[in-house]
């Protein structure tokens, strides 16, 4: 079960301001980025569901975050049904999310009282994820569904709406600055946070470093963070 309460879970995500997108097959890199990203600053990480035996490694991942990483919380992306939503609250996952709006997930974690973040294209589904229970919404892929200028178009008939980009989001200034602008509550960056070869020649104080500045370009523009 989740280890921690679904109202903290949410106030990390936007007192964090940065969720840390990453898979990875090898438990031993996933370790050492999960690390990195803690040591940069990040109290909050995503593990997306994209590989075989993926919630095997997950199990672990969190065992070691609960043992290792004071704080540090642990959630699933990439799931897309109710099935997979319950294998991993099963393995202690504190939140989910997903690339798409499916209640039968709200049902599922609201039920265990743990934060289900959906994807969303448009308003109107963005409306149907807050009336099924959802604090914080997904648009992915995030430059494809408009962009920034998609989100501030959201938040003039719905101010209260708190939106997270994922797809598209860079750990560059002019970019954070753009989306922060624009109203979001909170990003979430992966492959852009993780070149290939940095995880592959084992580059993980360049992560952490990173992870770092990604972090006060952030706490620069948000004004979620207190």
Request: aromatic share 8%; net charge neutral.
């Amino acid at each position: 079960m989740a280890h921690y309460r679904r109202l903290r879970v949410a106030q990390t995500i936007l007192d964090t301001g940065l969720v840390p997108v990453f898979y990875h097959s090898d438990i031993t890199i996933a370790k050492q980025v999960l690390k990195a990203c803690y040591d940069g600053g990040v109290r909050i990480f995503e593990f997306t569901n994209r590989g075989d035996l993926a919630h095997e490694v997950f199990r672990d991942l969190n065992v070691y975050a609960l043992n290792e990483l004071p704080g540090m919380i642990l959630g699933v992306g990439s799931v897309v049904d109710a099935g997979t939503t319950s294998l991993y609250l099963q393995l202690g996952a504190n939140f989910i999310v997903s690339p798409v709006l499916n209640p039968e997930m709200a049902r599922v974690c609201n039920r265990r009282k743990v934060l289900w973040s959906p994807g969303c294209g448009s308003l109107s589904e963005i409306s149907q994820a807050e009336e099924l229970g959802a604090e914080i919404v997904k648009i992915f892929p995030a430059t494809e569904v408009g962009g920034p200028g998609f989100v501030k178009s959201v938040l003039g008939p719905n101010p209260w709406t708190l939106i997270m980009p994922t797809g598209g989001v860079k750990p560059e200034e002019p970019n954070v600055k753009e989306w922060f602008e624009a109203g979001v509550a909170c990003v979430g960056m992966g492959s852009q946070l993780f070149p290939a070869d940095w995880i592959r020649d084992g580059k993980f104080a360049d992560i952490t470093k990173k992870v770092a500045e990604a972090m006060a370009m952030v706490r620069t523009y948000s004004k979620h963070i207190q």
